[in-house]
């Protein structure tokens, strides 16, 4: 029997995902349970075997060469223990010794949500066959993660291209991390909406104040809506500028719940990007939006437990 396969593991607030992942991209067997995420740590622990138990029930399973996880951080890659925000039952958990009570013998590899889904999309999406990327998740928070080389750059403890917590307005609000004008305090879904709120932009008759209901508004030419994304896409674009000159990346990919709100967003981010990245090397810099969609944690968490191993098709870029 070929060991051709992945197991992977997409741990997220509302839910864990996993599923068999192969060297195609193709995602023959899946599971998912809802994240019990107010519970204690053994009980968002129980959800996680439950899912790699289903997992293991596939006769596909004796073909799995390794597990890989993707968690929402932080995470510590190298002590194999994370800490997600809006999992609070888990601090330091220690979750790649409690996946080996399950999984066994099988190396397991340990990434945060960002570095997964730059993972993806430089496997099966936008930064497919780039040298340097910046690939970014703006939804409730703003995580990212970096293609250096030609390489994953997952960083030491699995955080590297955390760029939702670079400071680009330097008296800023303070930001939950305890810095001040962090990108994601600007950029992310619910301060897009606050903005909008704040300055007199009010929902239509559902109540719907999300940012997706911002992004409509923007679309039909409200210009308060607009302006907040503007601000979001103004903060994004000097964040993606100063990433381009430390590190020479030639295209960001930006995905997640925001990134759907289309040109709302990305047109102003293309213009502003001409405001910061001016220097001759970054000039021929590109946004694009992602393209590996729901399963970019899942591909994503693969192709990170690939790397470093012999499987063919895995996380190539080419
Ligand atoms: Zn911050």
């Known amino acids: 029997m070929p060991a051709d396969l992945i197991a992977a593991l997409d741990i997220g607030g509302t839910k864990i995902a996993?599923?068999?992942?192969?060297?195609s991209g193709e995602l023959p067997v899946r599971a998912r349970r809802a994240t019990p995420a107010r519970e204690d740590g053994a009980t968002v622990l129980g959800a996680v075997t439950a899912v790699l138990r289903e997992l293991a029930g596939s006769p596909l399973w004796t073909r799995v060469a390794a597990v890989g996880i993707g968690s929402a951080g932080p995470v510590d890659a190298s002590a194999g223990t994370v800490s997600p925000v809006n999992i609070p039952g888990w601090r330091g958990f220690s979750l790649v010794a409690a996946v080996?009570?399950?999984?066994?013998?099988?190396?397991?590899?340990?990434?945060?949500?960002?570095?997964a889904m730059t993972a993806a999309e430089h496997w099966r999406g936008a930064a497919r066959g780039r040298t340097g990327a910046l690939c970014?998740?703006?939804?409730?928070?703003?995580?990212?993660?970096l293609v250096l080389g030609g390489e994953l750059y997952p960083g030491p403890t699995g955080n590297a291209g955390h760029i939702g917590h670079i400071s680009v307005e330097l008296e800023g609000d303070p930001?939950?991390?305890?810095?001040?004008?962090?990108?994601?305090?600007?950029?992310?879904?619910?301060?897009?909406?606050?903005?909008?709120?704040?300055?007199?932009?009010r929902p239509g008759p559902d109540g719907d104040v999300s940012a997706a209901a911002v992004a409509a508004a923007a679309?039909?030419?409200?210009?308060?809506?607009?302006?907040?994304?503007?601000?979001?896409?103004?903060?994004?674009?000097?964040?993606?500028?100063?990433?381009a000159a430390l590190a020479e990346i030639?295209?960001?990919?930006?995905?997640?719940?925001?990134?759907?709100?289309?040109?709302?967003?990305?047109?102003?981010l293309r213009r502003m990007l001409g405001d910061y990245a001016t220097l001759s090397f970054v000039r021929g810099l590109t946004v694009v939006p992602a393209r590996t969609g729901t399963d970019a944690g899942l591909l994503g968490a693969a192709a990170a437990a690939a790397r470093g191993t012999r499987l063919s098709g895995f996380g190539t870029g080419s």
């Open 100 to 115: 080996r009570e399950t999984t066994g013998e099988l190396p397991v590899t340990l990434v945060g949500d960002g570095v």
């Open 175 to 201: 930001c939950p991390c305890g810095g001040r004008g962090c990108v994601e305090r600007i950029a992310s879904g619910p301060n897009i909406a606050r903005r909008a709120l704040e300055n007199g932009w």
């Open 136 to 145: 970014m998740v703006v939804s409730t928070g703003v995580g990212g993660g």
């Open 18 to 23: 996993g599923a068999l992942v192969d060297g």
């Open 219 to 243: 679309r039909a030419g409200d210009p308060v809506a607009r302006a907040s994304y503007e601000r979001a896409a103004r903060a994004l674009a000097a964040g993606i500028a100063a990433t």
């Open 250 to 268: 030639e295209v960001a990919v930006i995905g997640g719940g925001v990134a759907g709100a289309g040109e709302v967003l990305f047109a102003p």
